[in-house]
């Protein structure tokens, strides 16, 4: 779906005579929420934070580079832009919430808080940005603002790590690994498709150049990027896949 969707976008392009490119970074910090913690906890959604990097093309289609002129006006042409990415982020993980309370003294809390994780992504794809006000009219005025939504999908390389302060063999030993990770356990990494969508906005800083800021949401297809996945049918407050949200800061340069 994801993939047709694209090729769409393509082929439109040509169809309308041309596009010019931009390209830029992004940074900023990443909240992944994961088998670590508990569900909709304040704690664990602060604790288990990282930082993302990236580099971003963009195709735009109201402006041809090859004769520096407009593109034929076009509803697509001024209110959408394609944008191709490579990113990693990463983060530290380890539980939070009432289950692994100072107070709570049984050995399944002490495992708890014993176990530590992280997670690093790579992640290469495409998202097709929808600006609602006219892009040309944001290109040609100095400080306006360009608010924008995104959709789009990526493929996602991931290598978890987990350890457990009480000792080795988190994952198959009971004496450090709580009931529900016995055998949901595996670091060594693997592939898989994401979905994002993200709200954002650009500021025109210079004829040739603009800031950005966007809140990401990435849903993964896997439940396995933190290196856990305890049975969904019976521990039931993990059966979501893994995501995470990532507010991203860029500079975007516009090549003629």
Same mark, same amino acid.
């Given at each position: 779906?994801?993939?047709?969707?694209?090729?769409?976008?393509?082929?439109?392009? &040509?169809?309308?005579?041309?596009?010019?490119?931009?390209?830029?970074?992004?940074?900023?910090?990443?909240?992944?929420?994961? +088998?670590?913690?508990?569900?909709? +906890?304040?704690?664990?959604?602060?604790?288990?934070?990282?930082?993302?990097?990236? !580099?971003?093309? #963009?195709?735009?289609?109201?402006? =041809?580079?090859?004769?520096?002129?407009?593109?034929?006006?076009? /509803?697509?042409? +001024?209110?959408?832009? !394609?944008?191709?990415?490579?990113?990693? &982020?990463?983060?530290?993980?380890?539980?939070?919430? =009432?289950?692994? @309370?100072?107070?709570?003294?049984?050995?399944?809390?002490?495992?708890?808080?014993?176990?530590?994780?992280?997670?690093?992504?790579?992640?290469?794809?495409?998202?097709?940005?929808?600006?609602?006000?006219?892009?040309? +009219?944001?290109?040609?005025?100095?400080?306006?603002?360009?608010?924008?939504?995104? !959709?789009?999908?990526?493929?996602?390389?991931? =290598?978890?790590?987990? #350890?457990?302060?009480? $000792?080795? $063999?988190?994952?198959? !030993?009971?004496?450090?690994?709580?009931?529900?990770?016995?055998?949901?356990?595996?670091?060594?990494?693997?592939?898989?498709?994401?979905?994002?969508?993200?709200?954002?906005?650009?500021?025109?800083?210079?004829?040739?150049? @603009?800031?950005?800021? @966007?809140?990401?949401?990435? #849903? /993964?297809?896997?439940?396995?990027?933190?290196?856990?996945?305890?049975?969904? =049918?019976?521990?039931?407050?993990?059966?979501?896949? @893994?995501?995470?949200?990532?507010?991203?800061?860029?500079?975007?340069?516009?090549?003629?």
């Amino acid at each position: 779906m994801i993939s047709l969707l694209f090729l769409g976008v393509i082929t439109q392009a &040509n169809a309308q005579f041309g596009f010019s490119h931009e390209i830029g970074a992004i940074v900023g910090p990443v909240a992944f929420q994961s +088998d670590y913690g508990e569900r909709h +906890d304040i704690s664990t959604n602060a604790g288990n934070t990282g930082y993302g990097i990236g !580099l971003i093309h #963009y195709l735009n289609f109201s402006y =041809k580079a090859e004769c520096n002129c407009y593109t034929p006006e076009t /509803y697509f042409n +001024d209110h959408f832009k !394609l944008r191709s990415e490579l990113s990693y &982020n990463k983060t530290q993980l380890q539980h939070f919430g =009432k289950w692994v @309370d100072p107070n709570r003294t049984s050995l399944t809390a002490e495992q708890l808080r014993a176990m530590r994780g992280s997670t690093a992504v790579t992640n290469v794809g495409m998202q097709l940005e929808f600006f609602p006000y006219s892009i040309r +009219d944001f290109t040609a005025t100095i400080g306006s603002w360009a608010p924008f939504i995104s !959709l789009g999908g990526q493929f996602s390389f991931y =290598k978890p790590t987990a #350890y457990s302060e009480l $000792g080795p $063999g988190l994952g198959i !030993l009971p004496s450090v690994t709580p009931e529900k990770y016995i055998g949901a356990f595996d670091t060594k990494g693997s592939t898989t498709w994401s979905v994002v969508s993200s709200v954002g906005t650009r500021y025109k800083l210079t004829p040739l150049s @603009d800031l950005m800021i @966007d809140l990401r949401w990435q #849903y /993964y297809f896997s439940n396995w990027v933190d290196g856990l996945n305890p049975d969904p =049918k019976i521990y039931t407050e993990n059966k979501a896949n @893994d995501w995470n949200l990532w507010l991203n800061f860029g500079y975007i340069y516009y090549i003629q």
